[in-house]
């Protein structure tokens, strides 16, 4: 069985060379566990952050040690009659091909094999991540004006299209032409601004008159800034994710503190890993409404197998992703 460890913690921004590749044999199932099979891992951003060796919500990662993440699979070998072989099961066991699962450790899919992907992102985390930020903590109310950052991504595509859901007005910020377009097109944004080129501040001024109710931020540094000064009074910043920062040794910082209090904004800070219970009901309703076709998603699939997942994760980090970027771990 193949797994990708972490060689060493990475200065600055990760590359290949961060992670090792390596062959172990394949684990045999004790009493009560079963062996899973992987199909796809899911690799997704806070991964990197776990590689430094700073204080966290999690235990950072030790060099030699496993790469954490989502992943989706089958169950080949068991000892669990609630884990049947021929089940397919979410599970976190991280990347590599094979591992043990328990079942506490895993929960049966009700997908079929040719849609258990969704389980890693619409249908799973990130979906859960959207609608809990956007729904729970963002509040949105007919008519108000919505900002999305990292707008195609996982979470951020599915955020905007509950905010449409609920009848606000919806802005994306992309990276390039061909994210905007798909955003605004095939998923239903307002209008996007790309990051790389547009003036966010001046476009942004332009496409909010009524200012800036709820940003649902996923990426923070200089793209925040711009938005800060468009913030309404009493307006909700769901902050969700501070990408642009997790390959920074040192934190790009907050210079709009003054808007913030001016503007009596509120700072809603959330880690989706706290709400547990919450999960179903939100994976509950999406996939009801991507069966209506009123969420849309996209993937982004690595083939090709487990020696890609460090590209693959730098790729992602760097914004080359164009999706949910999930690695084929095993074809089906
Ligand atoms: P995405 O699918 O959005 O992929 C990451 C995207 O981030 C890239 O495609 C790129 O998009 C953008 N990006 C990367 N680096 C930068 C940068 N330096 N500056 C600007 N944009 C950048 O990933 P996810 O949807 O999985 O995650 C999105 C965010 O949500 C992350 O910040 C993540 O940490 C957060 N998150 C938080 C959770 C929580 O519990 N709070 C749970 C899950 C995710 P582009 O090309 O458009 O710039």
Same mark, same amino acid.
């Given at each position: 069985s193949?797994?990708?460890?972490?060689?060493?913690?990475?200065?600055?921004?990760?590359?290949?060379?961060? /992670? &090792?590749v390596?062959?172990?044999?394949?684990p045999a199932?004790?009493?009560?566990?079963?062996?899973?099979?992987?199909?796809? &891992?899911?690799?997704?951003?806070?991964?990197?952050?776990?590689?430094?060796?700073?204080?966290?919500?999690v235990?950072?990662?030790?060099?030699?040690?496993?790469?954490? *993440?989502?992943?989706?699979?089958?169950?080949?070998?068991? !000892?669990?009659?609630?884990? =049947?072989?021929?089940?397919?099961?979410?599970?976190?066991?991280?990347?590599?091909?094979y591992?043990?699962v328990?079942?506490?450790?895993?929960?049966i899919?009700?997908?079929?094999?040719?849609?258990?992907?969704?389980?890693?992102?619409?249908?799973?985390?990130?979906?859960?991540?959207?609608?809990?930020?956007?729904?729970?903590?963002?509040?949105?109310?007919?008519?108000e004006?919505?900002?999305?950052?990292?707008?195609?991504?996982a979470?951020?595509?599915? $955020?905007?299209?509950? %905010?449409?859901?609920?009848?606000?007005?919806?802005?994306?910020? $992309?990276?390039?032409?061909?994210k905007?377009?798909?955003? @605004?097109?095939?998923?239903? #944004?307002?209008a996007?601004?790309d990051h790389?080129?547009?003036?966010i501040?001046?476009?942004?001024?332009e496409?909010?008159?009524d200012?800036v109710?709820?940003?649902?931020? !996923? +990426?923070?540094?200089?793209? /925040?800034?711009?938005?800060l =000064?468009?913030?309404n009074d009493?307006?909700?910043? +769901?902050?969700?994710? !501070?990408?642009?920062d997790?390959?920074?040794?040192?934190?790009y910082?907050?210079? *709009?503190?003054?808007? &913030?209090? &001016?503007?009596?904004?509120?700072?809603?800070? #959330?880690?989706? %890993?706290?709400?547990?219970d919450?999960?179903p009901? %939100?994976?509950?309703?999406l996939?009801?409404?991507?069966?209506e076709?009123?969420?849309?998603?996209?993937?982004?699939?690595a083939k090709?197998?487990?020696?890609?997942?460090? $590209? $693959? /994760?730098?790729n992602?980090? @760097?914004?080359?992703?164009?999706?949910?970027?999930?690695?084929e771990?095993a074809? =089906?």
């Amino acid at each position: 069985s193949l797994r990708v460890a972490m060689a060493d913690h990475p200065q600055g921004m990760v590359n290949e060379g961060d /992670f &090792l590749v390596e062959r172990t044999p394949r684990p045999a199932p004790g009493p009560g566990q079963a062996l899973v099979r992987v199909r796809y &891992l899911s690799l997704d951003p806070y991964m990197r952050p776990m590689m430094n060796p700073v204080r966290s919500y999690v235990e950072p990662l030790k060099p030699g040690q496993t790469m954490p *993440g989502a992943t989706v699979g089958e169950v080949v070998e068991s !000892n669990e009659a609630a884990l =049947p072989v021929g089940a397919h099961v979410a599970c976190m066991l991280g990347w590599q091909e094979y591992g043990l699962v328990t079942k506490d450790s895993a929960r049966i899919v009700e997908l079929s094999a040719g849609d258990i992907s969704l389980a890693l992102h619409v249908l799973g985390m990130t979906g859960a991540t959207a609608h809990y930020g956007l729904l729970r903590l963002g509040e949105p109310k007919p008519g108000e004006t919505v900002v999305v950052t990292a707008a195609s991504g996982a979470v951020g595509s599915v $955020a905007g299209q509950l %905010a449409k859901i609920k009848g606000c007005r919806v802005i994306g910020i $992309a990276g390039g032409p061909e994210k905007c377009r798909y955003v @605004t097109e095939e998923l239903g #944004f307002d209008a996007c601004l790309d990051h790389r080129t547009d003036d966010i501040e001046r476009q942004l001024a332009e496409l909010t008159p009524d200012w800036v109710d709820i940003l649902f931020e !996923n +990426v923070g540094g200089p793209t /925040f800034d711009a938005i800060l =000064p468009r913030m309404n009074d009493h307006g909700r910043i +769901v902050l969700c994710g !501070n990408i642009s920062d997790y390959n920074r040794d040192e934190p790009y910082g907050v210079k *709009g503190l003054s808007h &913030l209090l &001016l503007h009596r904004v509120d700072v809603r800070s #959330f880690v989706i %890993a706290d709400h547990r219970d919450y999960w179903p009901e %939100a994976i509950g309703e999406l996939a009801a409404w991507v069966k209506e076709g009123r969420v849309r998603f996209r993937e982004d699939i690595a083939k090709g197998g487990l020696e890609g997942a460090p $590209a $693959a /994760f730098v790729n992602m980090l @760097t914004g080359r992703n164009f999706g949910k970027q999930l690695i084929e771990v095993a074809p =089906p």
